[in-house]
T-cell receptor
Framework: NAGVMQNPRHLVRRRGQEARLRCSPMKGHSHVYWYRQLPEEGLKFMVYLQKENIIDESGMPKERFSAEFPKEGPSILRIQQVVRGDSAAYFCASSPYQGRDAEAFFGQGTRLTVV | DAKTTQPPSMDCAEGRAANLPCNHSTISGNEYVYWYRQIHSQGPQYIIH???NNETNEMASLIITEDRKSSTLILPHATLRDTAVYYCIVRVSGGQNFVFGPGTRLSVLP
């Protein structure tokens, strides 16, 4: 059973370009979380999605960031017009159901570098 | 904000048990305690979780006090590969996400 797959593992973008980060959850998991980790800082929650629905986006920056989890295919975190401050590691996690006893499993992350 | 308090760092000798404490004095009756670790800059790795009973799996044991205000993660025979930042997390009631605090940086020494 493959784990959470994120791609690309490393992404370099110039300022002003768009970054698209993909997350394929574990088989049978329909809940996805996205986190951001700035260099030398902790993990910060961004958004929680269920298939075709955004459940909690309280951690998402108000502009330039969006996320989706379509019925088919991976979850996508999209960052438009990237700036140097967007350089970070972006992790996604998946869980099989919604509940306080449902563990979440993380992918290895996408490291975004904005030059 | 995280609802847990952990020491910022700990050392442990290789082969000895590593006991990582966590205080969660405001935990509610139906909130679970989770432990994750992050080795270097890899993705966080799930370790264990529990509600009120002690739990054990192939990685670790979780001891939760009877009043549930604190817990201890035990790595029975620490190895150099266990060097990581360990996060104790209380799954917030009504919340949908895991709130990561600064964690405990465990250094396993040869």
């Amino acid at each position: 059973n493959a784990g959470v797959m994120q791609n690309p593992r490393h992404l370099v973008r110039r300022r002003g370009q768009e970054a698209r980060l993909r997350c394929s959850p574990m088989k049978g998991h329909s809940h996805v979380y996205w986190y951001r980790q700035l260099p030398e800082e902790g993990l910060k929650f961004m958004v929680y999605l269920q298939k075709e629905n955004i459940i909690d986006e309280s951690g998402m920056p108000k502009e330039r960031f969006s996320a989706e989890f379509p019925k088919e295919g991976p979850s996508i975190l999209r960052i438009q017009q990237v700036v140097r401050g967007d350089s970070a590691a972006y992790f996604c996690a998946s869980s099989p159901y919604q509940g306080r006893d449902a563990e979440a499993f993380f992918g290895q992350g996408t490291r975004l570098t904005v030059v | 904000d995280a609802k847990t308090t952990q020491p910022p760092s700990m050392d442990c000798a290789e082969g000895r048990a590593a006991n990582l404490p966590c205080n969660h004095s405001t935990i509610s009756g139906n909130e679970y305690v989770y432990w994750y670790r992050q080795i270097h800059s890899q993705g966080p790795q799930y370790i264990i979780h529990g509600l009120k009973n002690n739990e054990t799996n192939e990685m670790a044991s979780l001891i939760i006090t009877e009043d549930r205000k604190s817990s201890t993660l035990i790595l029975p025979h620490a190895t150099l590969r266990d060097t990581a930042v360990y996060y104790c997390i209380v799954r917030v009631s009504g919340g949908q996400n895991f709130v990561f605090g600064p964690g405990t940086r465990l250094s396993v020494l040869p």
